[in-house]
């Protein structure tokens, strides 16, 4: 309905929020492509491409996996609820729209929103410090296995050697030969 949508968008407007109108599925998919917004909400009746279609194409893509979607729907049949929610829906609205309600429902979408924006960036700060840990243990690993003054291996390293060959020469039945230096007076 223009009238409602013209209305609607609005509202929403004047509650802060950014709001983008299109008149069908198909131009919200294109819109949902070019701009990845966070939040989506749709109408359950549309031609030619309903809103359970839409749910189902951006759910199925990587991008639309985390957008919240809310559908408004002038049913409360359960099994169409449910069919709904299965297409991939977070929440709905029964028309005739409530604004106050929308805007709550909007306002709990914008909470799960954050805390998914919040644990991707915990997420990406767990990487880098276990990337940042298994560089320093390697740098630590090097410094216990290495002579400081000769930049060599050490007797730590020999010894460690020795037990992994050990271990390979018993269970493939092979030789080992070990030959042992010393050198008096070494200098450097």
């Not at 609607?8 to 983008?20: F, I, M, T, Y």
């Not at 992994?164 to 042992?180: D, G, K, N, P, Y």
């Amino acid at each position: 309905d223009p009238i409602m949508l013209a209305r609607l968008s609005k509202q929403l407007a004047a509650e802060g929020n950014k709001v983008a109108v299109c008149r069908d599925g198909q131009s919200a998919l294109k819109h949902v492509i070019e701009h990845r917004p966070q939040l989506v909400i749709t109408d359950w009746r549309m031609k030619p491409m309903d809103g359970l279609a839409l749910c189902k194409t951006l759910r199925a893509s990587v991008f639309g996996k985390s957008i919240y979607l809310i559908m408004l729907t002038s049913t409360e049949d359960e099994d169409a609820l449910v069919e709904a929610f299965n297409a991939g829906i977070d929440d709905y609205v029964t028309k005739p729209i409530s604004l106050r309600v929308l805007l709550a429902r909007i306002r709990a979408g914008q909470r799960i929103i954050m805390l998914q924006y919040e644990l991707e960036k915990e997420s990406r700060d767990i990487q880098r410090y276990t990337a940042e840990l298994a560089v320093a243990n390697r740098r630590l690993k090097l410094m216990a296995n290495t002579d400081i003054l000769t930049g060599l291996p050490n007797r730590r390293y020999a010894l460690s050697r020795l037990e992994q060959e050990s271990a390979t020469v018993l269970r493939f039945h092979q030789f080992l030969s070990i030959l042992m230096l010393d050198l008096d007076h070494f200098k450097f």
